[in-house]
């Protein structure tokens, strides 16, 4: 692979069709009850805390929210120095899922910016990187399960404790 091919797939994500998701009819509407007795449940509790994430992605926390890194800029190279230090062979594994629209974050500005901040001189070499975009997904349904992506990170899950 050339250097130019793999600084674009490095800088880029990669766009694919939905994962081996479940085309049983059943599926769909088993996760549609799934998802409104899901919501209702949540609510059905305190609330507090939920989206905090979002609220720290933005920076509309404390100053200090962020501690010493501030940003994903900043924090990327220094998790890399700390990976580092570590006497494992093991690498980290990061895998980003974009989905194809997007209210929240859009479907370019936002996900370039992210996988800037994972390029491989941020990351060094003890990080693994990829991001790929799940087409006919939204914001809200990229975990649905008619995609596949649930059962593609728990498989990922369990094949990393594999020998």
């Given at each position: 692979m050339g250097f130019s091919s793999s600084l674009l797939s490095a800088l880029l994500p990669v766009a694919v069709a939905p994962v081996s998701g479940d085309t049983n009819p059943d599926v769909?509407?088993?996760?549609?009850?799934l998802r409104k007795k899901s919501i209702d449940y949540a609510y059905a509790e305190n609330i507090q805390g939920m989206s905090?994430?979002?609220l720290l992605f933005l920076k509309r926390g404390s100053p200090d929210s962020w501690g010493p890194w501030e940003d994903y800029d900043r924090y990327v190279p220094m998790l890399?120095?700390?990976?580092?230090?570590?006497?494992c062979a093991n690498k980290l594994k990061v895998d980003v899922f974009y989905s194809e629209t997007d209210v929240m974050i859009g479907t370019s500005r936002g996900p370039q910016w992210f996988d800037a901040c994972w390029r491989s001189e941020r990351r060094g070499d003890r990080i693994e990187y990829s991001s790929c975009t799940i087409m006919g997904a939204d914001h809200d349904s990229i975990l649905d399960l008619k995609f596949g992506l649930p059962r593609r990170i728990f498989d990922e899950i369990a094949n990393s404790f594999l020998p």
């Open positions: 769909g509407s088993f996760e549609e009850t905090q994430e979002a890399a120095e700390l990976e580092g230090h570590l006497p």
